[in-house]
């Protein structure tokens, strides 16, 4: 049995051998309008859904009747197009939906995100905090075409047929084929081994209706490119955790002629040691402790250790605008886990990410933490994906 | 007994429990052997028993851990496996205070045989009474008497203190609580897990990556019922061992031998205005000097977490922040804790050592079936049907 066939993770999750996610990101935040009625709601869904599909097999609404060589393009568009449908906090808050939408248990940490400070050591960037909504609906393609298509697709749905939802929000993102992000370091280069993602993400049955799903966390993450520009390398690597040329994960600090420390730069491996130079073992070094690798991944265990509170990232960068100032640019953090309590116990415990806004030695003061300012929260929630069901995934949330 | 002769016994009881293997070594041969080339690292993991919640979900789980002793049967403490146990302390407002501790039987046992009185004070000070009887604390035995003999006084002493059933109310958290008593945060289990996580093993990876270090699911046909899968702490424990014994590095426990609190989530709990609850709020004890460790670090044993008089208002009147909900129970506070196991590491071997057994690669499949779930629920239906 593949392993498709023996787990009900949505599409949209490439977390199997082999799979590596498109290079093209949407995600499309959802509200359903006041009053509307649960099976209305769940039909709506179920129409986005559908038509969404209908694109795959090269159907427009608006194009029916195409000629074949065109249908046969817009199907090429649309070949590899996925849509992940997600819950969100909002859909079981009493004071936006009266009378509920859902007689559903929420999942006790799909919760909204803090006022204050988003999570731990991440300040919000805005002060409307987007991000939250009834329904994430995630779209990946490799074609960017495709997701905006397919976005602008579910709006002229929506206001075709009158369906009871407006658009909140809609975020975009990009992969790199580099592997680096915008600090110019690796990025997703110490992710779950494949054989580990499904423990890692596969939700248990607490409420019953998330058995077999799993859960997305959602943090668009601003990055100061000046601040981090104006640190030297070496800081940069200590604050990473890694090789900035090389990618290796550092093993050893120094102390150069003024008396700094400074990380020693890795050997390249040598055979049968590969692992170990993509993920060291763990360190006594204060600093390299303090790095950003080792705060995000502190037990090193394996997902067979429900403590080691692994996840599974599927991030992508974005560049929101560019002009006389610094650019506008940052990471669409997303990962899938089994329970958000693996993002919060990560952002908030003391030697992980508590305390933080991105590595480096936390303050005393955890009201106070040491921020070198370089990430804000932009917008950001935790979501529930259901299961894979007929007609289609949360259905069982609005029957009655 | 001063510290060093407890610490001195405690080391000897670990040394018997060692002898399967020569990679889990006593602090004193590490530091003889190896110099300044120690190094320090502690596996943590929180306090929340994620067996017990996977398997009875988590609302069930939160109320079956709090349950309370009845002074003759079971209670939730027994589903407190995660190296830390606690106790609520309520009045007719709520929760007034959570008490946790991560401090070993095996302390207080050897405490008991050889300074009863020290034992029988600090038994007062953590109930918060002017004073308890030595029959409160050791029963029927007296400590003090002419025949008195440490063996006696520790028999005595865990006949009343740590059961099995019916246990002192100044540990089984109706008056107090001291010392862990489920029946796997023992000394003993911690040096058989280890015992049995330091042999050294690889899985050789395909491909010709060379090896790596296996995982608990691997290990697990190999362990036995040493470890428990599931759990927060098992798995962290018996990975980090097995992977420094694949590196061939000596592993000794850090003295003061214990399980430590290291650090709590504070920050995600707010008062009824929404502030955040100060740190100060959470009070760290026994010990918290970094003179009591070898490391020069804080290893306290014992959280308290205790909203102020002059507030107004309850740790029952909290909210955690990541869940939207009021703090009902202990197992929420446990779940913000993080408990450690301190090592002291020697250096690692030049070049990877011989092999001693290989063990096949496993791809994880179905978590639950090793959980042991359908002995958790029927324990958990017994409680529930108490009056």
Same mark, same amino acid.
């Given at each position: 049995m593949n392993l498709r066939a023996r787990h009900r993770i949505q599409p949209g999750v490439f977390f199997a051998a082999g799979e590596r996610p498109p290079s093209c990101w949407r995600l499309l935040l959802i509200d359903f309008r006041a009053g509307a009625a649960p099976q209305r709601a769940g039909a709506a869904l179920e129409r986005i859904l559908n038509v969404l599909a209908d694109l795959r097999g090269g159907r427009v609404r608006d194009l029916e009747g195409q000629p074949p060589k065109d249908a046969e393009a817009t199907a090429g568009q649309f070949a590899d197009l996925t849509a992940l449908l997600a819950v969100g906090r909002a859909l079981f808050d009493a004071d936006r939906h009266d009378p509920p939408l859902t007689r559903s248990q929420r999942p006790d940490y799909v919760a909204y995100l803090p006022r204050g400070r988003a999570l731990a050591g991440l300040p919000w960037a805005v002060a409307e905090r987007p991000g939250e909504a009834d329904i994430a609906l995630q779209l990946t393609a490799n074609c960017e075409a495709a997701v905006n298509c397919a976005a602008v697709e579910v709006w002229k749905l929506i206001t075709d047929e009158a369906l009871p939802l407006t658009i909140a929000a809609s975020f975009s993102g990009f992969s790199r084929p580099d592997r680096r992000g915008w600090l110019d370091f690796h990025d997703g280069v110490s992710n779950l081994e494949a054989d580990q993602r499904l423990a890692a993400i596969e939700a248990l049955p607490d409420p019953a209706w998330m058995g077999g799903g799993t859960y997305l966390a959602f943090l668009r993450l601003g990055i100061d490119l000046a601040t981090w520009r104006s640190l030297a390398p070496p800081e940069q690597e200590l604050l990473v955790g890694r090789d900035k040329l090389s990618g290796a994960a550092l093993r050893a600090t120094r102390s150069d002629a003024r008396g700094a420390r400074v990380p020693v730069t890795p050997e390249p491996p040598e055979a049968g040691d590969e692992l170990d130079w993509v993920d060291p073992p763990q360190t006594t070094d204060p600093l390299l402790e303090a790095s950003h690798i080792h705060r995000a991944n502190q037990s090193r265990a394996s997902a067979d250790a429900p403590g080691a509170w692994r996840m599974f990232r599927q991030g992508y960068d974005f560049l929101e605008t560019l002009g006389p100032e610094a650019p506008l640019a940052g990471l669409n953090f997303v990962s899938f886990q089994r329970d958000l309590s693996v993002v919060q116990h990560v952002l908030h415990l003391p030697g992980w990410l508590g305390g933080v806004d991105f590595g480096g030695l936390a303050g005393d003061d955890r009201a106070n933490p040491v921020d070198h300012g370089l990430v804000t929260v932009r917008a950001g929630g935790l979501y529930a994906v259901p299961p894979r069901e007929a007609p289609f995934p949360g259905a069982t949330l609005f029957a009655r | 007994m001063g510290e060093g002769g407890l610490e001195a016994e405690l080391e000897r009881r670990v040394a018997e429990g060692r002898a399967a293997t020569p990679r889990l070594v006593g602090a004193s041969e590490l530091g003889s052997e190896q110099g300044s080339t120690l190094e320090r690292t502690a596996p943590d993991w929180t306090g929340l028993p994620l067996r017990v919640t996977a398997c009875l979900g988590r609302a069930r789980a939160l109320a079956a851990l709090d349950r309370p002793s009845d002074g003759r049967g079971a209670s939730g403490r027994d589903f407190q496996e995660e190296y830390v146990e606690w106790r609520l302390v309520r009045d007719e407002r709520g929760i007034r205070r959570v008490e946790l501790t991560t401090e070993l039987a095996d302390r207080w046992k050897v405490l008991a045989a050889h300074d009863p009185a020290t034992v029988v004070e600090l038994v007062a000070e953590l109930a918060r009474e002017p004073a308890v009887t030595a029959t409160e604390v050791f029963g029927d035995y007296d400590p003090s008497g002419p025949r008195a003999t440490p063996d006696g006084r520790e028999r005595a002493f865990a006949a009343t203190m740590l059961g099995p059933e019916p246990r002192s109310a100044l540990n089984d958290g109706r008056r107090a609580i001291c010392c862990m008593t489920q029946r796997t945060n023992s000394l003993g289990a911690l040096i058989s897990l280890a015992a049995a996580a330091l042999q050294p093993r690889s899985v050789t990876l395909s491909g010709g990556l060379g090896r790596r270090s296996p995982n608990m699911h691997e290990l697990q046909p190999l362990l036995g019922r040493v470890a428990q899968p599931g759990r927060a702490s098992d798995p962290i424990i018996v990975e980090r061992l097995a992977r420094l014994a694949f590196e061939g590095r000596p592993v000794a426990l850090e003295r003061p031998l214990a399980l430590c609190l290291l650090g709590v989530q504070s920050e995600r709990l707010r008062t009824p205005s929404g502030e955040v609850v100060p740190p100060e709020w959470f009070a760290f004890e026994r010990p918290g000097a970094p003179r009591d460790s070898s490391s020069g670090r804080g290893r306290p044993q014992r959280l308290t977490l205790e909203v102020p008089a002059g507030e107004g208002f309850r740790v029952s009147d909290l909210v955690d922040a990541a869940t939207e909900a009021p703090i009902r129970f202990g197992g929420q506070i446990a779940e913000l804790v993080q408990v450690a196991l301190p090592l002291v590491v020697g250096p690692e071997a030049p070049g990877r050592p011989a092999v001693v057994e290989a063990v096949t690669p496993v791809i994880s &499949?179905? &978590?639950?079936?090793?959980?042991?779930c359908e002995e958790i629920s029927h324990e958990a239906g017994r409680l529930e049907a108490r009056p």
């Open positions: - | &499949r179905d &978590r639950m079936t090793a959980l042991g």
